[in-house]
């Protein structure tokens, strides 16, 4: 790694507090600052060096025993650095040192920026992971934590947001007024946070003496509820959970338009995307509510979990966000035991596990040398690879200690900054295992293991064969050490169907041992029990069969597990496509609406990558074989809901509908949902929240353009922001060259809805294998203008979706492409490109030929 000098600011200067004053007006297109900090010096200087980025500093003094020294201003614009040379030396010790700044308002989401609606004007900082130097002349570093006083000097009607409570209001001039807010406890710059607009806020909840406020745009309160009812829920849970209160004497959620994250935990003032926070709760599906309460729980614990306790440096930025990520599932596993939270929970493990059987991927906790390669971090790696892990070790040590563990590390390092060593300390102090030992490979090496499950009879007992390897989506040579896991491996076996399976514990970390296997007679096993474990799961072929007629004793999990598995060594080449077509065929009258949800999943890719490869005969021939195996569903669920249906039975009904009307084309289903859209386009009977989703789509591929026109009427027009989102989305779905053409005419509207949907939008449009060549040929010419206006991070998003559907013969221009037009946050994401690319050209020809073998004859009911 290179050293420190070059990419972090020196350690003999320490910031002890700051006070920060600002003129902002969302009318205006830049904005003024004046910040004074207090420092420590541990040795003398002539030089001090902060971040900095888009300012000009205007003045720079120090401070020391009574005496101003003036600093001369140097850029190193390749660091983001501003270096101040002082006309003489300052002495070690305590410093003041008082900088006037200014900068312009961005319009990409970053650092401070401005809304997109200029008839209602506002202004929000987004400073994570590196924006705060956008903002202010800062100590941009997360383990550099100091408490901050700011001040904000506004039109007079205007409301006012910061971390911390309102201290006392003063009048100014023109029109204006000053606000002054009380200091926070100490805080990284990157979670200062401030707003200024016509912003309204809804009653107080209180939890214990927290006030929970939610602030939105005027006319939106009707929509904060819900918002209200989760955050106090979750609060509530939380604390009994760290046993230690909410560490802030407010709690302010604000809703926004537009927003680069989904949101962001800033300490006391969270800011949300309005799509994820605002909601009918009576009108909105069970998805729509999961993703609001579990983001609404998610950056609550980051309350504890990354604003008390800070990761050091950005290589530990997992720290922060998985944790947030289970515990967030793990609170609303307890608020809502009926939502089957940890089921939605593997959907998302999916996609890690996709990318990280990638040579592109990277550890959970990667080197990272400076702000650029802090940006790449923020993916499904970080978040859910991490947070799978967490399971993984919580599952394994048993919840109480596990807990116990968490709640030692917060005590001892609160209101600092922390390394994954020290959270792995606390639990072999409270658990008496070697935690690092096992858990580091796993956040140190890239990838993760196929573990190989067999089971072999030992005289009177059965013995369980484990082996591991590392899981490749791409074959490569052989050659070079080995990589081994510590493997806390829970499997489950059974005897029949007498309902009896108990779970097998074994830690392993050779490439192949044996477990015990409780006893004889065994007549199934499954190598991940409630797919606990970050890992692939291969079973023998007689494994294999006994899983198949045992189907039913597996759970929901191990169910969602057993198609993602089997699809991953599919498309490897570890595995014929036929076994797991075998699968979904036995899994035809499932009811849990997960497990139609990976089976879906799964198919979808083999329409997105396989059949664009074997022609439109085989494409019918699918589409008829999913109507084969799940057609009776709808038959026994139709269109509405029944008197008594639980919310399970409810989304059940729409995953076949999307099943077998989207994936499947079924014309009864695509009349009846075309149906349905018109009267709702016509304000005559609204959509079920549960099957709004799948009707607009299935409506729109059937769609003529003048559907087309009132679907994207509907986004201007619509009363929630999901409902918004929904048309838009919707959008996609419509065929033929000049539906695409209006689809992407919508990406590019900035007054049709706020960028992070068009963002979604476009992507969509990427990932279909129709429309994604002229999706990209758009992009290209779009590109610098998204470039202004989109953040990096949601721009390597969407060049990430280049790689979902297009031809892989178009993957030296997408290279050659961002080679000429560099990705911000996502060099990594073009070599992932590639790769996707290129597993995508060597394997879809052959599952090509197994999926037609497979479906010749296309099979009868």
């Not at 390897?469 to 489950?492: K, N, T």
């Not at 079920?688 to 994207?712: F, H, K």
């Not at 990096?792 to 997408?814: F, K, N």
Request: net charge neutral.
């Amino acid at each position: 790694m290179p050293s420190r000098s070059k990419h972090r600011l020196s350690p003999s200067v320490r910031p002890q507090s700051a006070e920060l004053r600002f003129e902002l007006d969302p009318r205006r297109k830049d904005f003024r600052g004046e910040v004074r900090y207090a420092l420590q010096l541990d040795r003398a200087t002539d030089a001090l060096e902060l971040h900095a980025a888009d300012l000009v500093v205007a003045r720079a003094v120090a401070r020391s025993d009574g005496q101003a020294i003036r600093a001369r201003v140097e850029w190193q614009r390749d660091r983001e650095v501003v270096r101040l040379r002082f006309a003489r030396r300052l002495a070690a010790g305590s410093i003041r040192l008082e900088l006037a700044f200014r900068g312009r308002v961005r319009r990409d989401l970053r650092g401070l920026y401005r809304s997109a609606d200029d008839a209602s004007p506002w202004l929000a900082t987004q400073l994570c992971p590196t924006d705060a130097r956008r903002f202010f002349p800062a100590f941009d570093e997360p383990a550099i934590k100091l408490r901050y006083r700011i001040s904000a000097t506004v039109p007079a009607d205007a409301t006012v947001l910061s971390n911390a409570p309102i201290e006392f209001e003063e009048e100014a001039e023109r029109g204006r007024k000053t606000v002054h807010f009380q200091p926070t406890p100490p805080l990284s710059a990157y979670l200062v946070a401030l707003a200024v607009g016509p912003f309204e806020a809804g009653p107080a909840l209180h939890v214990g003496p927290t006030p929970i406020r939610v602030y939105t745009l005027p006319g939106r309160q009707i929509l904060a509820s819900f918002a209200r009812e989760a955050a106090a829920e979750s609060l509530e849970r939380l604390e009994r959970w760290f046993e230690i209160p909410h560490p802030y004497p407010k709690l302010d959620l604000l809703a926004l338009p537009d927003f680069a994250f989904g949101a962001m935990e800033n300490a006391g003032a969270v800011f949300f995307r309005d799509s994820v926070l605002l909601l009918d709760a009576a009108q909105a599906s069970p998805a729509e509510l999961f993703r609001s309460a579990e983001t609404i729980a998610h950056e609550l614990a980051h309350m504890w979990f990354g604003n008390l306790v800070t990761m050091a440096w950005w290589n530990d930025l997992w720290l922060n966000e998985s944790f947030a990520t289970w515990m967030a599932y793990e609170i609303l596993d307890g608020w809502q035991g009926d939502w089957r939270v940890w089921q939605s929970f593997a959907h998302r493990r999916e996609e890690a596990l996709e990318q990280d059987a990638l040579a592109t991927s990277h550890p959970i906790a990667p080197p990272v040398r400076d702000a650029k390669e802090a940006h790449e971090n923020f993916d499904a790696i970080t978040y859910t690879k991490g947070a799978s892990v967490l399971r993984m070790l919580e599952q394994y040590l048993g919840s109480e200690r596990f807990r116990e563990g968490v709640q030692l590390y917060l005590r001892r390092h609160r209101e600092r900054a922390a390394t994954a060593s020290d959270l792995w300390s606390a639990l072999a102090e409270v658990c008496d295992e070697p935690i690092e030992k096992i858990v580091a490979p796993w956040t140190l090496q890239t990838g993760f293991p196929l573990v190989r499950v067999e089971r072999r009879s030992d005289g009177d007992r059965d013995v369980i064969v484990l082996r591991q390897e590392r899981f490749r989506a791409r074959p490569v040579r052989a050659g070079g050490a080995a990589v081994r896991w510590p493997i806390p491996w829970i499997g489950r076996v059974g005897r029949g169907d007498d309902g009896n399976a108990r779970a097998v514990r074994h830690l392993f970390s050779k490439a192949r041992d044996t477990a015990p296997g409780q006893g004889a007679g065994l007549t199934w096993i499954y190598g991940n029990a409630g797919e606990a474990g970050f890992f692939r799961v291969g079973h023998g072929e007689s494994e294999w069969q006994d899983l198949l007629a045992a189907k039913t004793s597996l759970s929901p999990l191990e169910r969602i597990g057993l198609v993602g598995h089997q699809w991953a060594l599919a498309r490897a080449g570890q595995a014929k496509l036929a076994p797991l077509l075998d699968l979904v065929a036995c899994l035809g009258e499932e009811e849990d609406p997960d497990v139609l949800a990976a089976i879906e999943r799964v198919l979808a890719r083999i329409f997105q990558r396989v059949v664009p490869t074997a022609g439109t005969a085989l494409e019918a021939r699918l589409r008829a074989w999913i109507e084969v195996y799940f057609g009776a569903q709808v038959d026994a669920l139709g269109f509405e809901a029944e008197p008594g249906d639980d919310r399970s039975r409810r989304e059940r009904r729409a995953q076949i509908l999307s099943l077998v009307g989207g994936l499947g084309r079924s014309e009864a289903i695509g009349v009846e949902a075309a149906r349905r859209t018109a009267e709702t386009l016509t304000g005559r009977t609204p959509l079920a929240p549960e099957l709004a989703d799948a009707i607009v789509q299935i409506a729109a591929r059937r769609g003529d353009a003048a559907l087309q026109r009132a679907y994207r009427a509907a986004v201007g027009q619509a009363a929630t922001p999901q409902a918004r989102r929904r048309w838009l989305l919707g959008l996609a779905a419509f065929e033929g060259e000049e539906a695409i053409g209006a689809g992407l005419d919508a990406v590019v509207d900035r007054n049709l809805a706020p960028s992070v949907d068009r963002a979604g939008l476009l992507v969509a449009l990427l990932a279909s294998p129709d429309a994604a060549a002229p999706a990209w040929t758009r992009l290209q010419r779009v590109w610098k203008r998204l470039e202004r206006e989109w953040p990096p991070i949601l721009l390597a998003r969407v060049a990430a979706a280049t790689g979902m559907a297009l031809p892989p013969e178009r993957a030296r221009e997408i290279t050659a492409f961002f080679k000429t037009h560099p990705l911000a946050a996502g060099p990594r994401t073009l070599r992932q490109i590639s790769e996707e690319l290129a597993i995508a050209r060597q394997g879809a020809a052959r599952l090509g030929r197994e999926l037609e073998a497979y479906l010749d004859p296309q099979p009868t009911a």
